[in-house]
């Protein structure tokens, strides 16, 4: 397990794990704030917040986590009233038509939460729908080393 | 008036022959350097220094095995590569934005079309730190194809002589099949494609001596001593 840690975010990679944490481009007069991408697959450079170029590449026992953080004046209400990191996640949480765009085989899941004021998604996408089972427990490992600075 | 204009020239006749001085010991420092093999750019290594042929020699490692890489991007995001432990074999490219030899590299990485790597390695670019490399240097040379990681660790932890040098680490395992310097990519991947069926062969040599020599001692497949004792 190796940390990669910046801006206040920070995750444990597992051997053969990617990952990067970076400042989300910004629009005209928007905040920037920061996103986490972490795979157990090669991730291509140059990747939207989404990471979708990467989801194209994955194969049936592919993992890719994607944290990205939304403007804190969302934090603690609608989609994000829910407080603290997501745990425990479950299989029967993924589906195919949580994906960007139908990708066969596919499939991914969302949640949104604030940590102490700021408003996140995590987002995670698996390789093999049908799969999804044998691979929660690594999933699980890898977001259950998230941590996010207050 | 006149005391003044000869004290002036004698005065910048003293600082001329400093210079020259200073220039000549420099030159001096730097021929010493280039005959300690301490020069950083094959093109300008000296015969003195045993380099003959366009590709230097590559050294194998035998056992030692690779490091992940950990640095920053040119664009300033936190980036870690899993190199070992990894499905893929990765070639590391270490470069910088300095050297003669490695713009051709820069230039091959970033130009059009799919870029034939080695035993379908993925090919990462390795630079120096942000402390020690020109962030947006690189940031104009870096192709948008690769990653690109500044890390000075991961030159100390690869032992990296000069540039270009590259690595080829192999991912299950995590050994580094080899490692050498060329002038063209062209280079690089006859320099990989002959250290990949080196390493293929010395594998498929071993397992046929292991056969043979238990051949020689009797052990057939299906012999009962290769396979352990049944617990009742």
């Known amino acids: 397990m190796a940390t990669l840690t910046r801006q206040g975010l920070e995750i444990e990679l597992p051997d053969g794990w990617d990952g990067r944490i970076y400042r989300r481009e910004a629009d005209d007069g928007a905040v920037t704030r920061r996103a986490l991408h972490a795979a157990n697959f090669a991730l291509p450079p140059n990747l939207g917040d989404y990471a979708v170029g990467a989801a194209e590449r994955m194969t049936a026992g592919d993992v890719l986590v994607v944290l990205i953080e939304f403007d804190p004046a969302r934090a603690g209400e609608g989609l994000y009233k829910n407080e603290g990191l997501p745990t425990g996640l479950s299989a029967d949480d993924f589906s195919p038509s949580a994906m960007p765009r139908a990708m066969p085989g596919r499939t991914a899941a969302q949640w949104f939460f604030s940590v102490a004021g700021r408003a996140f998604c995590l987002y995670v996408v698996l390789g093999n729908h049908n799969g999804r089972a044998t691979l929660m427990p690594l999933v699980n490992q890898v977001v259950g080393t998230l941590r996010i600075d207050r | ?232």
């Open chain 2, 1 to 232: 008036m006149a005391e003044v204009v000869a004290i002036q020239t004698v005065a910048i006749i003293l600082l001329g022959l400093l210079v020259v001085g200073l220039l000549r010991s420099h030159a001096e420092i730097l021929r010493t350097l280039h005959q300690l093999g301490a020069g950083l750019d094959p093109d300008g290594a000296s015969p003195a220094a045993g380099v003959t042929s366009a590709v230097a020699p590559p050294v194998r490692r035998g056992a030692a095995t690779g490091f992940d890489l950990a640095g920053v991007t040119p664009t300033d995001e936190a980036v870690r590569i899993g190199v070992v432990g990894a499905r893929q074999s990765t070639v590391l490219a270490f470069l910088s934005s300095g050297c003669g030899t490695c713009g051709s590299f820069w230039g091959t990485f970033g130009g059009a079309g799919r870029l034939a790597v080695p035993g379908d390695a993925r090919l990462v670019i390795v630079t120096k730190g942000p402390e020690a490399e020109s962030e947006s240097a690189i940031r104009d040379l870096s192709p948008a194809a690769f990653p690109v990681v500044m890390s000075t660790e991961a030159w100390l932890e690869y032992k990296v002589p000069h540039t270009p040098y590259f690595v080829y680490v192999d991912g299950p395992s995590g050994r580094i099949i080899g490692e050498g310097s060329a002038q063209s990519w062209d280079q690089v991947v006859s320099l990989w494609s002959q250290a990949l069926a080196d390493d293929a062969s010395r594998a498929a040599g071993g397992e046929d001596r292991a056969d043979r020599e238990l051949l020689q001692a009797g052990i057939r497949p299906g012999h009962r001593s290769l396979y352990p004792p049944q617990a009742n």
